[in-house]
């Protein structure tokens, strides 16, 4: 099995399990993904998400061994493999977390730069390194990295092919913070915070914010609009009023 997937306390954990290829992703770990993603979309009981990795790398990236055996067919066929898998990732109706364990280059970099949230060690070093084995990041880096950072130092990143340690990333807007602990823990912490909160309410919280990015502020609102309906007939909107009048902690069924 090259990922495991568990989920415990309402936590989906996938983790990259190739450590000896540094999780490194070949065709068959891209098709496991992209299948847990799938289940994971529909999977009521998952509402937070952690991707980490076993070992000491979060991901190297693409499978270099496999690659050069590989015609050009085949290198296109994985390309739109790992485009897709983190596509589909980053639409997930739950927030996400990269809880970045060590080493993230390539694809390891743009997997976390599908995810919503991401955490690091302080010992993680990462980077896009595509540029110096004459390709391009291909999975979403040259489009998520500038949103991120902005276009200036997405292009020195790419363009220098870079390799930069977790306070450098979280100078530069990369991350939602670097510990100096157990990262998975602090990733633990961040999603809890969540967790205390209506499912409904930050799902459609999530679609409005990802839809609206890149639209006009009055094509913003709509969608806002639109999410807000969304919640207004809901068990968790009125429980949520029934605990502020009783003075107690709302809990939530996610109806």
């Known amino acids: 099995m090259n990922i495991r997937f568990e ?16 999780n490194c992703f070949d065709y068959p770990t891209l098709q496991e993904l992209r299948g847990i993603i799938r289940d994971i979309r ?27 055996t590989l015609n050009e067919q085949e290198v296109r066929r994985n390309v739109a493999a790992i485009r897709d898998a983190f596509t589909e990732l980053a639409a997930l109706p739950q927030p996400t977390i990269a809880a970045v364990n060590g080493y993230a280059f390539g694809g390891g970099f743009e997997l976390m730069l599908a995810c919503d949230f991401r955490i690091a060690s302080a010992g993680s070093v990462m980077g896009l ?5 004459g390709i391009i990041p291909g999975a979403g880096g040259t489009q998520r990295l500038p949103r991120l950072i902005g276009e200036a ?31 998975l823990e602090a990733s633990e912490t961040l999603a809890r915070e969540m967790l205390r909160n209506a ?18 502020l009055e094509e913003g609102l709509a969608i806002e609009s639109a999410a807000y309906e969304a919640v207004i007939p ?15 902690p709302p809990v939530f069924s996610g109806k």
């Open 199 to 216: 499912p409904i309410a930050i799902r459609q919280a999530k679609q409005a914010i990802t839809a609206g990015m890149g639209t006009s």
């Open 129 to 133: 390194t595509e540029t110096s084995l």
């Open 42 to 68: 529909h999977d009521s009981s998952v509402r937070v998400v952690i991707v980490t990795g076993s070992g000491k790398a979060f991901s190297a990236g693409a499978d270099l061994k496999e690659r050069k």
């Open 7 to 22: 989920v415990r306390e309402q936590i989906g954990y996938i983790t990259l399990n190739r450590p000896e290829r540094l």
């Open 153 to 183: 130092r997405a292009k020195e990143l790419i363009f220098t092919a870079r390799k930069i340690d977790a306070r450098t990333a979280d100078q530069l807007g990369l991350l939602n913070g670097v510990t100096d602990g157990d990262v």
């Open 234 to 248: 809901t068990a968790d909107r009125r429980e949520a009023l029934r605990a502020f009048e009783e003075r107690r």
